[in-house]
């Protein structure tokens, strides 16, 4: 059904996540989740859930984008609902509350900003595996890696940090002159 009082815009989030690296524990996999994506890794990711800190940046633009806050709203680290909770299963979560609000993911762009692990060989695994959950096409996610030249906590191993910018076509109808 086309709508007549229907408009269409852009609207764009931005998205931040860290996490810091701990020493993996003898009973512990040597895999970390980024993306998506499982990576062998000599440390674990410190964090509530799964750890996965490309995916929660990606949460936190989609919600900004769409005026819905951010993930700690969602998934309350105090809740323990989310503990060990697998990020791609949060996505979903976010990813219908986008479609319910009437958006479309236009295009996705991820900076992972980290020493180690190198992410060259995982980029295209995650942009998939994050397309697949999203339902869109794996061109709409450019994902990228740099480093901090050693500087920082980054610099120093401690941990890993993405930037996560999204652009939303988000379907709105006009009430009274604004848009709802």
């Not at 815009?9 to 690296?21: L, M, P, Y």
């Not at 980024?34 to 990576?39: A, F, H, K, P």
């Not at 991820?110 to 020493?115: D, G, N, P, V």
């Not at 999203?134 to 450019?142: D, E, G, K, P, V």
């Amino acid at each position: 059904v086309l709508l007549q009082n229907a408009k269409e815009e852009i609207r764009n989030g931005n998205g931040f996540d860290v996490h810091a690296f701990r020493a993996r524990e003898k009973k512990e996999n040597n895999l970390i989740r980024l993306g998506g994506v499982d990576i062998e890794f000599d440390k674990k990711l410190l964090a509530h859930s799964d750890g996965d800190v490309v995916i929660h940046a990606l949460m936190d633009a989609m919600l900004g984008a769409i005026g819905e806050g951010d993930i700690g709203d969602h998934f309350p680290p105090s809740d323990i609902k989310w503990k060990n909770f697998d990020s791609r299963e949060m996505l979903k979560i976010v990813n219908a509350l986008m479609h319910k609000r009437g958006g479309r993911i236009v295009n996705v762009d991820l900076t992972i900003i980290c020493e180690k692990p190198k992410i060259s060989k995982y980029k295209k695994p995650m942009a998939e595996a994050m397309a697949k959950v999203l339902n869109i096409a794996t061109n709409r996610i450019n994902v990228k890696a740099t480093t901090t030249e050693k500087l920082g906590f980054l610099g120093r191993e401690e941990g890993i940090a993405v930037q996560a910018s999204v652009s939303i076509a988000l379907t709105r109808v006009e009430e009274e002159g604004l848009l709802a």
